[in-house]
């Protein structure tokens, strides 16, 4: 059984690019050379004693979704880098091809597995280290791989060029003093509370979310600043696209960035990859066991100033929401009480997904895939009717909006509820908290 | 010739099993912990006792975990197969009495017709695991020949020594190839599939302070 | 009177050894009433047959009466339960064990007979 003709491949002219450069020869090395050079006893245990009891399936919504043994965490394993530990890396490119597909399509990296595990075999972790094998042989899909190129060229994942990071503060700022005409977005501030760092889409195409983070700060009287240096950019699709060295000198740049202005701390924007990989992976392959400099993430943070009363709320948001647990801060980074007590804080009426919290299912974008771009959406989607399904039980329940404080997550929602036809919003916390709080510092209208 | 064969297995062929057992399970935990301290330092820097012992609380409770809540039959026959698989050979009369004879040393024995049941579900929780390495086609899709050695060496001994038991074929053929199968067991426990006996500790361990640890949630 | 006297020896000739002869023959199987229950089906034991084989012709090893220097010292053909109790409040060799010791031992050492648990306690 172990090749299974994949059936469901997908054109994409990065993998296909990628693997007609290929040799087994060149494969063979590779693959010896990440398994001995760069892994060790975690995954040899792994691999050996997975005992194939099959009962992550039902951890994952693409298997949930598919009902199909192929798509289980396991499956992924045995379809994948399973057989290239088995076979000491001796396949053709075309099996490279179908675990490339795999490790960056079909598996989020979202460890709702290690739940269901008794042994706590770490999947993520082996897709991880298939993917990182991909990157190395260049089998990479390609809008992803753009990504980490704008990375290397720009230390930002949208090809943002340094001049037009400055300007589009600038603009959010003189946008925003319509409003608060006090309002600056301090560019480099030496010593301040906390340094604001965001993922490269906010200023590219979601630029009124720094303008929303910066009246909020503005409001409760914070002493913040933002970054005009690259490093502003806390994203990192290096680490999903196995491009280790790029993520390590990213996550570096961000806390250099931090340093250098001695700030006490990051605030990060409402971003779940970027925690990770400041918490998870970047700090790891750098050899940090904790931060240089202290992280929170915006949940956190708007918890901060909410229970200091530094920001009030004019009206809650009308109506019955629902919460989407990004599990890169939930599963991830225990912030599922700090999110209640926000989402009661500004929503009228939640009504909650089941399963939630760190049990939840994640949004099928995650872990990269979104980023994979258009030939793979139809992957997202039809991987994620289990999703579907909870924000269907959701709407029934009466719920119209969903609280998602995650980037990918919104992405991946807003997708999958224009696919299944689900009539409900999506909306970050920031959009919430700067629509309804009490603007003291705002003219009056 | 059935005296020599008999004290061959239950001699030096016995003292193998027990010896790789315990000594190629020493190497395989001394040999993978230090390779861990060497590769995957960024990973086992996080381990606490505490998490683990948490964690393995929690796992080794049935229904205590969302992937036994989840699979609520398998949770069943996994825990009876478990419970069954380690306390029967230890506990069975016969085998004490042979501590006994041999070391001088013995512990409380459980009832034959109790220890028999129990052959029994060890017997049929492997029936049912082969069944849904055949049946399940979540199953089969990733079950290799390995999944189905490691089943064969752990249902040989009890098999064997439920027939030898109820003395049912030849007697002495039976009783020379449950003591050959056990050892079998015995010597596998340390590698492949089987080894999760004794490894999977270390990566519930480590999961668990990745997971408590680091990401503050719960691994269970 | 003589005849009286010699009739008597006769009599008591015949109790002291025949009779005790004839319940020899009748040991078929060891099936100690110390165990009172019985875990295990009780073992069939033709005691002269298996002692013709065996080549024994005393009563040792099997009935013995402690030991000295590291030998049985030959006894009355007691019976085992005499000495060996069930379960011993001192570190005395349980009945049981007393009776695992003694045959496996000796067919251990002869590679002969039964070793096995089910090859005596035939269901």
């Keep these: 059984m172990y090749n299974e003709i994949f059936d469901r491949k997908i054109e994409d002219v990065g993998l296909q690019t990628g693997i007609d450069r290929l040799t087994p020869e060149k494969i063979e090395k590779t693959v010896k050379q990440v398994l001995e050079g760069e892994t060790g006893a975690k995954l040899k245990v792994y691999h050996d004693t997975c005992v194939r009891c099959g009962m992550c399936a039902k951890a994952c919504h693409f298997y949930q979704s598919h009902l199909e043994p192929s798509y ?79 990375h290397s060229a720009t230390m930002n994942q949208m090809w943002v060029k340094d001049d037009e990071w400055v300007d589009s503060l600038l603009w959010q700022e003189e946008e925003a003093r319509d409003e608060f005409p006090d309002m600056r977005i301090p560019l480099d501030v030496d010593g301040v509370d906390f340094l604001y760092s965001v993922i490269g889409p906010e200023p590219k195409f979601r630029t009124h979310l720094i303008y929303q983070a910066a009246a909020i700060f503005h409001e409760a009287g914070a002493n913040w600043t933002m970054p005009s240096e690259p490093g502003w950019d806390n994203s990192d699709m290096a680490m999903f696209s196995g491009d280790f060295e790029m993520m390590g ?65 004019k009206a809650k948001h009308p109506g019955i929401a629902t919460i ?75 719920a119209r909006t969903i609280l998602a404080p995650c980037h990918n997550c919104h992405g991946g929602l807003e997708d999958i509820i224009h696919h299944y036809g689900i009539d409900m919003e999506i909306k970050f916390l920031g959009d919430i908290i700067y629509a309804n709080m009490v603007k003291t510092k705002a003219v009056e209208e | 010739m059935y005296h020599s064969i008999y004290d061959l297995v239950t001699g030096p062929l016995t003292w193998l099993g027990f010896g790789v057992l315990v000594l190629g399970g020493l190497f395989r935990m001394v040999s993978l912990y230090s390779l861990a301290k060497k590769k995957d330092a960024s990973s086992i820097a996080y381990n606490k006792a505490k998490y683990g012992i948490r964690s393995i609380l929690h796992w080794i409770t049935p229904f205590g975990t969302l992937g036994w809540k989840e699979n609520p039959v398998i949770t069943v026959v996994t825990f009876v197969f478990h419970i069954c698989l380690l306390a029967t050979p230890i506990f069975l009369g016969a085998h004490i009495d042979l501590w006994d004879l041999n070391f001088g040393v013995s512990w409380p024995a ?95 361990v480590y999961i668990a302070s990745e997971f408590q640890g680091v990401r503050h949630a719960k691994d269970w | 009177m003589k005849k009286c006297i010699t009739l008597m020896l006769a009599l008591a000739a015949v109790v002291v050894f025949i009779l005790p002869a004839f319940c020899q023959e009748d040991i078929t199987e060891i099936k100690d009433p110390a165990f009172q229950t019985l875990k295990r089906p009780a073992v069939p034991f033709m005691h002269d047959e298996h002692n013709e084989k065996a080549g024994l012709d005393g009563c040792l090893p099997c009935h013995h009466e402690g030991m000295e220097n590291g030998e049985f010292v030959e006894g009355d053909p007691a019976k085992c339960a005499d000495c060996h109790e069930v379960a011993p409040t001192d570190d005395s060799t349980d009945l049981k064990t007393a009776y695992h010791q003694q045959c496996i031992q000796c067919h251990e050492d002869a590679a002969k007979g039964p070793v096995a648990c089910g090859e005596c306690h035939v269901k």
């Design chain 1, 72 to 150: 289980s965490p396991v499956a992924k394993i045995h379809q994948s880098i399973g057989v290239l530990i088995e076979k000491d890396g001796k396949v053709g490119p075309d099996f490279i091809y179908q675990c490339a597909q795999i490790a960056y399509t079909e598996c989020n990296l979202c460890r709702r597995c290690v739940h269901y595990c008794p042994l706590g075999i770490d999947t993520a972790y082996m897709m991880s280290t298939m993917r990182r094998i991909c990157h190395k042989l260049g089998v990479t899909p390609q809008y992803i791989q753009d990504t980490a190129h704008s």
């Design chain 1, 249 to 313: 000198r990213l996550k570096r740049a961000h806390f250099e960035c931090a340093q250098k202005l001695h700030v006490k701390r990051i605030v990060m924007g409402e971003c779940g990859h970027a925690f990770r990989s400041i918490y998870d992976q970047g700090n790891r392959w750098l050899g940090w066991k904790d931060y240089p400099v202290e992280v929170v993430h915006s949940v956190e943070f708007f918890t901060e100033l909410f229970k200091a009363g530094k920001i009030k709320m």
């Design chain 1, 324 to 398: 989407q647990d990004p599990c890169n801060i939930i599963r991830g980074r225990g912030l599922y009480d700090h999110l209640r007590f926000l989402a009661h804080e500004v929503c009228e009426e939640i009504v909650e997904m089941a399963p939630n919290g760190e049990h939840n299912y994640c949004c099928a974008a995650g872990g990269g895939i979104i980023n994979c771009g258009p030939p793979f959406k139809n992957v997202r989607m039809s991987g994620n009717k289990a999703k579907a399904d909870q924000l269907k039980a959701a709407y029934d329940k009466g």
């Design chain 2, 110 to 204: 459980l009832p034959d017709h109790v220890a028999d049941i129990m052959t029994v579900l060890v017997i049929a929780a492997g029936c049912f695991f082969a069944y849904r390495r055949v049946v399940d086609k979540t199953v089969a899709f990733v079950t290799t020949w390995k999944d189905w050695f490691a089943l064969c060496v752990t249902m040989g001994p009890f098999i064997t020594g439920f027939l030898a038991y109820h003395q049912i074929f030849n007697y002495q053929f039976m009783i020379v190839l449950h003591v050959i199968t056990g050892i079998a067991w015995l010597l596998f426990i340390p590698f492949g599939r089987l080894s999760h006996a004794i490894l999977g500790w270390y990566s519930r």
